[in-house]
């Protein structure tokens, strides 16, 4: 009979929690839009499965020695897990597109606007009975607003670290999200007109050309804003090794061992912060709130900043590319390709897309350095 109480009292059933209950119910739900929706599998997997496994009573994962706890405090806590997930990215991108038209780093900049109106919001949040957001933490909610996972958790773990799980299931959810968000904000701001229009095709891009260009970003990022040269520099390390065509071991690994490797264990380490006692917590409805504000004002300054160029060049330019201003690489593109053929069959914005796509994840990066280097 000791034998069976003893048993139960070590259950599951015995220990559950209400809270714990909850939490596991939401990384089921992460688990239902990675595999049946199909929204951001590579990251939404992982975390929703860490966040089950994260509270399991007694499981031990997060306890001290526990694997979901090593894993963050030796990948997330040093910051090395978003930088490796940075080279990785650095060494799937393609500049060509921005390159070939520079203008679309305007494109890029202007997206990041929401991260900025968001830290001012996050601020004003406090005014609220219940919210207590400091300067950090506000800057680091704020870079949900571009969209860049790996970014926001990077920063948050610089400025807020006990902010992160709510910080990066924002970030990683509202960048799975971006084909319901982002249309319904494009069609509100342009016309039918301007969704049609067609752009130029964009001249080609020497190799010389695309090896010049991460050295120019990197040398850039060192003289003006040295806090943004972790981020930027591991990206321009994996762009290189990209277009250099001398390491091509080194950029596959890159490409594809390395960053599946670190991905996996990067997204089990934000859901070992979704445990039941650190998230349930007014401020991440707060911060779930504040994240959706900033991809939205994102979204939109890089449409209007786009309708501007448009004007500017003669209706050359069509505003729907503003919207890949955002860091969700290449999806935020893929929209836009999607939105444009809605409104024109022959209308294919994917490549000029990607030009302030990947314009995007420089100025994030570019953002969080500035936080860093104000608020850190």
């Not at 596991?24 to 839009?33: K, S, T």
Request: with cysteine.
């Amino acid at each position: 009979m000791e034998g069976l109480i003893a048993f139960w009292a070590a259950s599951g059933i015995a220990n559950f929690t209400a809270g714990q209950v909850f939490m596991m119910a939401v990384g089921a739900l992460l688990l239902f839009l990675a595999i049946v929706k199909g929204f951001e599998p590579l990251l939404l997997l992982p975390i929703g499965f860490g966040a089950i496994l994260a509270n399991i009573p007694n499981g031990g994962f997060i306890d001290e020695g526990g694997l979901l706890f090593l894993a963050y405090h030796v990948g997330i806590e040093t910051g090395v897990f978003p930088l490796l997930i940075f080279m990785g990215v650095g060494a799937l991108t393609d500049f060509g597109a921005l390159i070939a038209n520079p203008k679309m780093l305007l494109l890029g900049a202007a997206a990041q606007f929401g991260i900025f109106t968001t830290l001012i919001g996050a601020i004003a949040l406090n005014w609220v009975p219940g919210f207590e957001f400091s300067m950090k933490d506000a800057g680091a909610i704020a870079i949900i607003g571009g969209a860049d996972g790996p970014t926001a958790i990077f920063l948050a773990s610089k400025l807020a670290p006990e902010l992160l799980g709510a910080i990066a299931v924002a970030a990683y959810s509202y960048m799975a999200l971006v084909p319901l968000i982002q249309p319904p904000i494009m069609r509100l701001l342009t016309t039918e007109s301007e969704r049609q229009i067609k752009m130029e095709q964009l001249r080609e891009v020497s190799k010389k050309e695309k090896i010049i260009f991460p050295l120019m970003v990197l040398g850039l990022t060192i003289l003006f804003l040295p806090a943004a040269t972790p981020l930027v520099g591991m990206f321009c390390l994996g762009n290189l090794m990209r277009e250099s065509g001398v390491v091509d071991r080194l950029s596959n690994t890159a490409q594809n061992e390395l960053i599946n490797i670190v991905t996996i264990f990067l997204g089990l380490a934000v859901g070992s912060k979704l445990s039941a006692d650190k998230f349930l917590q007014l401020e991440t409805l707060g911060i779930l709130v504040l994240g959706a504000i900033a991809f939205a004002i994102g979204t939109a300054t890089g449409v209007l900043m786009a309708k501007l160029m448009n004007k500017l060049s003669g209706g050359k330019i069509n505003p729907l590319i503003g919207a890949a201003g955002v860091s969700a690489v290449p999806m935020a593109a893929r929209v836009v390709n999607k939105v444009g053929l809605e409104a024109n069959q022959h209308n294919y914005l994917l490549m000029h897309a990607m030009g302030p796509n990947v314009a995007g994840v420089l100025g994030s990066a570019v953002a969080a350095g500035v936080l860093i280097a104000v608020l850190g």
